[in-house]
Nanobody
Framework: QVQLVESGGGSVQAGGSLRLSCLAG????????MAWFRQAPGKEREGVAV????????YYFASVKGRFTISQDSAKNTVYLQMNSLQPEDTALYYC????????????????????WGRGTQVTVSS
């Protein structure tokens, strides 16, 4: 059984920062890709950032590149998303997701590649 629990969401003003955490209740944390996705009301779920847990290779989607940073603490089975320079368009429900497996240099960027999902944490950015 895989459980992903997100935390750290909240409300901030434009230009502010938040750090999201995802605690992965997974028997084998390494050898997977883990990612943050987000979904705003009336919009499709979109990718935010990806990390390969075996080595830490990362990928950022264009809308957040340069502002968000994904990282991990493998000893704690936790993935983080540091979000800086937040804008109202970043308002969404943020989900943590994990694949069943991920080759060491791979980065899974498609929603369909992720089999395990958390329930999400809300981020609201006001102007």
């Amino acid at each position: 059984q895989v459980q992903l629990v997100e935390s750290g969401g909240g409300s901030v003003q434009a230009g502010g920062s938040l750090r999201l955490s995802c605690l992965a209740g997974i028997y084998s944390y390494t050898g997977r890709c883990m990612a943050w996705f987000r979904q705003a009301p009336g919009k499709e779920r979109e990718g935010v950032a990806v990390i390969n847990t075996s080595g830490g290779r990362t990928y950022y989607f264009a809308s957040v590149k340069g502002r968000f940073t994904i990282s991990q603490d493998s000893a704690k089975n936790t993935v983080y998303l540091q979000m800086n320079s937040l804008q109202p368009e970043d308002t969404a429900l943020y989900y943590c997701a994990a694949t069943r497996g991920c080759a060491p240099q791979s980065l899974a960027t498609l929603t369909i590649e992720y089999h395990y999902w958390g329930r999400g944490t809300q981020v609201t950015v006001s102007s």
